[in-house]
């Protein structure tokens, strides 16, 4: 008998910077390959303004154990899923900052498998971030399946009575020894004042983040616990790049073409079936008729494909986008309506302070926690989710927490390379 495989450490952290979140799929793997963090039950700290737990809609799922294929599917909404799918990673804690509501606060399990009648890979969550995008299967339909743990915690930016004094602020934040953990029943690391719906009184900035170490996986996870460290510089300050992509009435048609229709909360498993059916005929539709006008956009088609939609908005939208592009990229318009569906994509570019406050509340929320095992963080700035004016700000401020929290790190700029081999290429 083998006798197990040894568990291999860094002499540092590894910190791996990528453009597209996408990307750190690679340094993950490399990272399983050489034995410092398990081939199984990985648990991740994923800290963005976005979930990323979509999956890609029509990729088969076995492309999951043939790494090059997977890493050429994958996207920045997609990359997390597959990994559940093919038994690397168990548990993630989405953080995320209060402007973010994609999926409710609280502990969410389920299972993510291959869906029999289409050897696709769906789960059986039936929270509308899923049902939106058609990926719920009932558990019957699902075979191969793996059970998958998402704790959703919200972290707010921390409060100081002067933001002027916010290195002082942090270094007293650094000198305290772990607080109580309280936790309010949204799921959120705030003071006892944060409302459990999750409103706050004060919209622009709510209330305090206190570390929490009584959170789901944050509580279970131990001194030599291996884990992934997972951040989205638009975790910060994030936009949402379609707005300036689109006038606001072109934004307004996107949401009507795309709107879900929300099952109720009671539904049983056959409406709920039914109401992904009619999600996929609707997207199925709309792909279509967008990759139609990429052939032939002249009048005719255009009111032929309205009328088959149904919405006579369509022919006023792209009227709109001709007017202002003779030939407009449908191919993006179909992308940016795919994100209006129950609710927009997060659109809220921090201030400065707003910032520090949120690396402060980072701080304390990290600091209980053992070292992980990697890191990976995501610029997200050339496509604007992250805006780039503070994306150099914001990542030298968070290195800074890290490097405080954890020691000395081994940092890899990857974008850097990228981009300087993209700068030869077109030399």
């Known amino acids: 008998m083998k006798p197990p495989p040894v568990k291999r450490s860094y002499s540092k952290i590894p910190v791996w910077i990528v453009e597209d979140h996408h990307e750190v799929v690679r340094h993950i793997y490399r990272a399983i390959g050489s034995r410092h963090i398990p081939l199984k039950d990985v648990k991740m700290v994923h800290l963005d303004s976005h979930p990323d737990l979509l999956i890609p809609v029509s990729m088969a799922a076995h492309t999951v154990f043939d790494k090059e294929a997977l890493f050429s599917e994958l996207s920045i909404e997609n990359w997390i899923m597959p990994m559940v799918y093919a038994g690397h990673v168990s548990h993630v804690a989405w953080l995320h900052p209060y402007w973010a509501q994609q999926i409710r606060e609280g502990e969410h399990e389920m299972c993510v498998g291959r869906d029999s009648s289409t050897n696709t890979i769906r789960v059986t969550s039936t929270d509308d971030y899923f049902l939106s995008d058609a990926l719920y299967v009932p558990p019957e339909q699902l075979e191969d399946g793996k059970p998958f743990r998402l704790s959703v915690v919200r972290v707010d930016p921390a409060h100081t009575s002067d933001t002027r004094n916010q290195e002082n602020s942090q270094q007293n934040t650094e000198k305290k020894s772990k607080v109580d953990p309280e936790v309010g029943s949204s799921g959120s690391c705030s003071d006892g004042s944060q409302a459990a719906g999750g409103s706050s009184s004060t919209p622009e900035i709510p209330s305090a983040a206190k570390a929490s170490d009584s959170i789901s996986l944050l509580s279970e996870l131990k001194q030599d616990d291996p884990y992934i460290?997972?951040?989205?510089?638009?975790?910060?300050?994030?936009?949402?790049?379609?707005?300036?992509?689109?006038?606001?009435?072109?934004?307004?048609?996107?949401?009507?073409?795309?709107?879900?229709?929300?099952?109720?909360?009671?539904?049983?498993?056959?409406?709920?079936?039914?109401?992904?059916?009619?999600?996929?005929?609707?997207?199925?539709?709309?792909?279509?008729?967008?990759?139609?006008?990429?052939?032939?956009?002249?009048?005719?088609?255009?009111?032929?494909?309205?009328?088959?939609?149904?919405?006579?908005?369509?022919?006023?939208?792209?009227?709109?986008?001709?007017?202002?592009?003779?030939?407009?990229?449908?191919?993006?318009?179909?992308?940016?309506?795919?994100?209006?569906?129950?609710?927009?994509?997060?659109?809220?570019?921090?201030?400065?302070?707003?910032?520090?406050?949120?690396?402060?509340?980072?701080?304390?929320?990290?600091?209980?926690?053992?070292?992980?095992?990697?890191?990976t963080m995501s610029r997200s700035s050339l496509d604007e989710y992250c805006p780039p004016a503070q994306v150099d700000s914001i990542q030298s401020n968070i290195l800074n927490v890290l490097e405080t929290l954890f020691g000395s790190l081994d940092v890899h700029k990857e974008y850097e390379e990228a981009s300087g081999e993209n700068a030869l290429q077109a030399s």
């Open 229 to 375: 460290l997972d951040i989205d510089l638009d975790f910060f300050s994030c936009k949402n790049p379609f707005k300036e992509m689109y006038t606001q009435d072109e934004y307004c048609i996107l949401q009507e073409l795309y709107s879900f229709e929300r099952p109720r909360e009671d539904e049983d498993e056959e409406l709920l079936c039914e109401c992904v059916e009619r999600r996929t005929r609707q997207l199925e539709d709309l792909e279509a008729a967008f990759a139609d006008l990429l052939e032939d956009d002249s009048e005719l088609t255009v009111e032929r494909l309205a009328h088959k939609l149904g919405m006579k908005s369509f022919v006023k939208l792209v009227c709109s986008l001709k007017s202002r592009n003779k030939s407009p990229d449908y191919e993006m318009v179909h992308q940016a309506g795919l994100t209006c569906d129950y609710s927009e994509l997060p659109h809220h570019v921090s201030s400065e302070a707003e910032i520090q406050q949120l690396m402060l509340a980072v701080h304390s929320v990290l600091q209980p926690l053992p070292k992980p095992t990697l890191i």
